[in-house]
């Protein structure tokens, strides 16, 4: 069948085209993907073409598709999996295969996120990284890749228990700081944090944009974490004199953190977040720097003294991603903090390119028209043109400016997509 996607031949070139998928086999699936939210890591990828660890050599002969944070439709299935998924259910992916450096997005020339009709292969459901759900919409699927990743960090952190017993996960009752937290990851972790079984007193948020901070504090609001019973706090740390003793007062015993999250690969922001922890504190280093060689200094007594400890985690399981599907569903987070921009499959190949320059969080496609990628807070400027934005707008309005399943149920309305 022809198809419509992005595909990836080499260090930035990446290309929107029609192609050919081969009938699937008996170990595969066909589906019909919906939506799929660009990461930066597929930036990181098309700046690398070749040379990224997860892109085959030969992919100039053999181009992949490119995007991992995808869902939709199962449209035919395979006979060898017949007894477990049928045509017409929703799927779900987890693009981080146990045991194998291939990725959907990455790695497969018939399998990703960025084209109309894709074919998942027998290695990645049989590892079980394919899978159904139930849920009124298909970009909560889609972002819950970065929420995996969100949900994989708090577990990721541990405490420890006379002396030399690890409890894993972020410490229950206990102070979060959350650095850089303003951006589409972090805002997704804050959410985390008012659902958590192991839920913080108390969560401090920084950044050093007055317009991020208002903002974030509109979409998961001070009020909204005390009704959940969690002390929210959003800072900015270029108003602080000494933001590493300023930060710890914040903390709920003033003496430091228990958990420190740093979302952006920034020398200073690493070394505040090793400053402000206290005794037994864990920092994540979550952001992913891009250079192989950075570094920051730490205080190595406090690490012998106070116990403090630095790890970083990235990717998530396949029950991290179960859960942020799950917890979506149910309305415990809201996946769509992340979301700041929407367009269709014409928009992938400019937005990607350029992602690291267009402001905002998210950006997500939606695979099965074309639509420029377009801000929801600007979505009326589209109106001239087709007075149905100014329907759409009003809508997210009506989700204080967040994208919503009603929202992504009219856009299909309007363009026809069943």
Known sequence: MKVKGVRLYGKDDIRLEEFELP???????????MSDSICMSTWKMVKQGANHKRV?????????????????????????WQDQFKPGQKFAQQPAIPGQAESPGYSYTQC????????????IIEAGCLWTYEGDSYFES??????????????????????????????????????????????????????TD?????????????????????????????????????????????????LKALSVDGKGFDDVFVYVPIKSVAELGNQILGYDGCMNLFAGPTDPNFSAEINLYDCHYNSTRILGSTGGSIDDMKEAINRAAKKEIKPSVMITHVGGINSI?????????????????????DMPMTAIADLRNLADEDPFFNELADICDRHNGLWSAEAEQALFAHYGVK
Request: contains cysteine; charged residues 25%.
């Open 23 to 33: 009938e699937i086999k008996d170990d595969e699936i066909l589906v019909k993907v």
């Open 56 to 80: 085959p050599a030969d992919v100039a002969d053999h181009p992949v598709i490119i995007g991992h944070e995808f869902a939709g439709d199962i449209v035919k299935v395979g006979k060898k």
């Open 112 to 123: 990703g996120g960025a084209a109309t009709y894709c074919i998942f292969p027998n290695d």
């Open 142 to 195: 889609s972002v819950a890749e970065p929420m995996c990743c969100v949900i994989c960090g708090y577990k990721t952190n541990y405490h420890t228990k006379d002396r030399y017993e690890h409890v894993m996960g972020t410490k229950k009752g206990g102070s979060i700081a959350i650095l850089g937290g303003c951006g589409p990851m972090g805002l997704g972790a804050v959410s985390y944090a008012l659902a």
């Open 198 to 246: 192991n839920k913080p007193a108390k969560v401090v948020v920084t950044d050093v944009d007055d317009a991020k901070l208002a903002r974030a504090n509109e979409v998961i609001s001070v009020e909204e974490a005390k009704e959940k019973g969690v002390e929210l706090i959003y800072i900015n740390t270029a108003d602080m004199k000494d933001p590493a003793e300023e």
């Open 349 to 369: 190949v400019d937005t990607t390119m350029n992602l690291p320059d267009i402001p905002g969080g998210k950006k997500l496609t939606y695979l099965q028209f």
